[in-house]
């Protein structure tokens, strides 16, 4: 589990995330949802730690990230997979060779045993068999599971994915969704997604925070968020044609 | 910069890197040092030995003035100004597309420092494989002296050798080669930051590669006289 602990960040005048607070539970896919521009991005990244907060502290199953040596953190960064938006793939390696990469980085295992943990990933992503295939000859879908491949490869406690379904049509959409539901459950992860496509919160929100103009607005699950009487929150669930008429 | 220089996080890796780097950075920059070098050193014999009208001074001298013109400031500064142009644009570029498109990003958040990993073994390469380089310059540029010569007829191949092996001091290579270290530290280090420190989209590293090879060569320019200054 991951707990945000009154978090607040600015860029220079600008304050994009207020005293936000939230407790990611193991186990769950916890959702951060929320319009464009609305701070989910730079949680994200404070939660990985790749900005520092101004304010307030993250903890990793009760260490506290901002106090622990730059050996500690690293090791903690060691537990976490992250998928990015673009999939962030090394253009420059083969897909085997990007899923590799993680293991040839932290581990002393043979080429064997790396090669044998490539192909398990690349199974549960269903793309077994593509192991030389560059990042330029993928279509997005595949990008996509290749990314989660590499993210699940060292067995990472926390998984994090900036919005996972960008640029996917709704079926692969659809896909991706369940592969990170399947593989929080399968591996007990902590999984943290950002979003704001309505069909992965009502799919896979086991546990949603909803951020408003950098502040906490509303928190629940896939259930809760359909009955919520929040202006706001409803404005966003309920902002597209087809959601509107089910209302 | 300290991030850059830590120990790396995977000697093997590290190795690995490094010897992609070679390739990269040195081997693939061999055809164009060749052409740029052998020409060059064609273009002083042939202006050398036609500013040469008095026949009180031997025509040795083209051979010799060749030499030194090649392994004093042709070799090392021409061509490490070359090396800015294509091996600094292809650094910032290429860490600039990795920042843009989150790549770097991934190797913080999976634990590795990126700076050392992405910039370390390119300036182990360049510092390496840079010297190899001019060395190969300097012996192409000479060589393309003596062809211009003997194939123009301006000067004979015995006197274009005798020039050439005349009053050789071997510290003027010395020189030349401490001037080509600092040279290649500066073209990967200006370039490497101009990549990793952007933030936007293509245009940026477009910018960034603009730069990259900008800077570079203002330092190398800048260092030449301070090293020349100090070192002769």
Known sequence: ?247 | MLQVFRKPDKGKMFGKQLMVEFQNLGVDSIGIVAVISTFMGAVVAIQTAYNIDNPFIPMTMVGFTTRQSVILEFAPTVISLILAGKVGSRIASEIGTMRVTEQIDALQIMGVNSANFLVFPKVIAAVIFNPILVIFSMFLGLAGGWLACISFGLVSSADYIIGIQSWFEPYTVFYALIKTIVFAYLIVTISAYQGYSISGGSLDVGNASTKGVVYSSIFIILFNLILTQLLL
């Not at chain 1, 991005?41 to 106090?67: A, Q």
């Not at chain 1, 060691?78 to 793939?89: P, R, T, V, Y």
């Not at chain 1, 980085?105 to 192909?119: C, D, I, P, Q, W």
């Not at chain 1, 490869?153 to 079926?171: A, I, M, R, V, W």
Request: glycine share 8%; net charge negative; hydrophobic share 40%.
């Open chain 1, 1 to 247: 589990m991951i707990d945000a602990k009154n978090i607040s960040k600015s860029f220079g005048d600008q304050q994009i995330l207020r005293n936000i607070s939230f407790h990611f539970e193991e186990g769950k896919t916890n959702l951060i949802i929320g319009q464009s521009g609305s701070g989910k991005t730079v949680l994200m990244k404070c939660l990985v730690g790749l900005y520092d907060v101004d304010e307030g502290d993250i903890e990793y199953d009760g260490r506290s990230y901002s106090k622990l040596s730059f050996k500690k953190k690293k090791k903690i960064r060691q537990e976490i997979g992250m998928l990015f938006q673009g999939g962030a793939l090394f253009d420059y390696m083969t897909v085997e060779e990007n899923i590799m990469f993680p293991l040839s980085m932290f581990t002393r295992e043979s080429y064997e045993e790396k090669l044998k943990r490539v192909n398990f990933c690349l199974e549960r992503v269903n793309l077994e068999g593509q192991n030389a295939l560059m990042p330029s000859e993928l279509s997005g879908g595949m990008i996509k599971r290749v990314a989660i491949a590499r993210a699940i490869s060292l067995n990472p406690k926390y998984l994090f994915c900036d919005e996972p379904n960008s640029g996917l049509d709704p079926q692969t959409a659809g896909v991706i969704d369940e592969l990170i539901s399947e593989i929080t459950h399968d591996f007990n992860m902590t999984t943290i997604v950002n979003t704001h496509d309505m069909n992965s919160v009502l799919k896979i929100g086991e546990n949603i925070a909803f951020i408003n103009q950098g502040e906490l607005w509303w928190t629940g699950n896939k259930i809760s968020v359909l009955k919520a009487d929040n202006t706001v929150l409803n404005d966003f669930i309920f902002a597209t044609e087809l959601t509107k008429r089910l209302k």
